[in-house]
T-cell receptor, first 112, second 116 residues
Framework: GDSVTQMEGPVTLSEEAFLTINCTYT??????LFWYVQYPGEGLQLLLK?????DKGSNKGFEATYRKETTSFHLEKGSVQVSDSAVYFC???????????FGTGTRLTVIP | EPEVTQTPSHQVTQMGQEVILRCVPI?????FYWYRQILGQKVEFLVS????????KSEIFDDQFSVERPDGSNFTLKIRSTKLEDSAMYFC??????????????FGEGSRLTVL
C-alpha cells in the first residue's frame, strides 16, 4: 500500500544553516506529494506540494523536488531561521484517492 | 483567516468511558476528516465525511468510532468505549474540494486524548 518514510528527528540547527529533511515514498501510479508544517500551538498547514514527477514545490524559502526515479521528496532550505522551528510532515495522496498518508513528522529546532 | 477549531485541546479519561471530540470546520468547506497520531508514530487517516455520510474510512475506524455533523457547523468524533491504545492526538481537517484537489486540507490544532 501507499506509504511515506520520513527522516527521524529531532533536528537541531543553528540559524542560517542548511536544512534537509528526507522523505521517500511507496505508491502505485502517480501520487501527489506534500509537505505540511505544524508550528507550536497551531494546526498542520500546507507548506508546499508537487503533483507530478520533476515538479518543484516551493514556499517561504523551502523547496522540494518530486523525484520519481528515487521515489523521494526531500525538503530543503538554504538558510533556516528561528521562526522555522516546527514539526514538518511529509505526505502523499495516491492517484484518485481522497485521503493523505503522512510520515511520522520531524521536529526542527533552530537556535540563534 | 478562516481556520479549523477543535475542542478540547486535551482530555484525560478513564478506560471504558465515552469521549466526544469536537471540530468546527471552515464554514464553506464540504469535506471533513479525522486523523490521529499516536505518540512517535505516523499521522493516520481515520475517516472522511461528505454530504452527511461517511465517504471513506480506514481499518482503524471500527465500530467503537462514529462521526456526525449534528448541527451543520460542528463535526464530532465519538469514541464509545475508550481503550488505552486510543491515546493519541486527534486532528480534524476540512477541504473545499474532494481530497482537497489542490491538496490543501486545512487542519485544526489537534485534541490530545489520554486514556488511563
Amino acid at each position: 500500500g501507499d506509504s511515506v518514510t520520513q527522516m527521524e528527528g529531532p533536528v537541531t540547527l543553528s540559524e542560517e544553516a542548511f536544512l534537509t529533511i528526507n522523505c521517500t515514498y511507496t505508491a502505485t501510479g502517480y501520487p501527489s506529494l506534500f509537505w505540511y508544517v505544524q508550528y507550536p500551538g497551531e494546526g498542520l498547514q500546507l507548506l508546499l506540494k508537487a503533483t507530478k514527477a520533476d515538479d518543484k514545490g516551493s514556499n517561504k524559502g523551502f523547496e522540494a523536488t518530486y523525484r520519481k526515479e528515487t521515489t523521494s521528496f526531500h525538503l530543503e532550505k538554504g538558510s533556516v531561521q528561528v521562526s522555522d522551528s516546527a514539526v514538518y510532515f511529509c505526505a502523499l495522496r495516491g492517484t484518485g484517492a481522497n485521503n493523505l498518508f503522512f510520515g511520522t513528522g520531524t521536529r526542527l529546532t533552530v537556535i540563534p | 483567516e478562516p481556520e479549523v477549531t477543535q475542542t478540547p485541546s486535551h482530555q484525560v479519561t478513564q478506560m471504558g468511558q465515552e469521549v466526544i471530540l469536537r471540530c468546527v470546520p471552515i464554514s464553506n468547506h464540504l469535506y471533513f476528516y479525522w486523523y490521529r497520531q499516536i505518540l512517535g508514530q505516523k499521522v493516520e487517516f481515520l475517516v472522511s465525511f461528505y454530504n452527511n455520510e461517511i465517504s471513506e474510512k480506514s481499518e482503524i475506524f471500527d465500530d467503537q468510532f462514529s462521526v456526525e455533523r449534528p448541527d451543520g457547523s460542528n463535526f464530532t468524533l465519538k469514541i464509545r468505549s475508550t481503550k488505552l491504545e486510543d491515546s493519541a492526538m486527534y486532528f480534524c481537517a476540512s477541504s473545499a474540494l474532494r481530497g482537497g484537489s489542490t491538496g490543501e486540507l486545512f487542519f485544526g490544532e489537534g485534541s490530545r486524548l489520554t486514556v488511563l
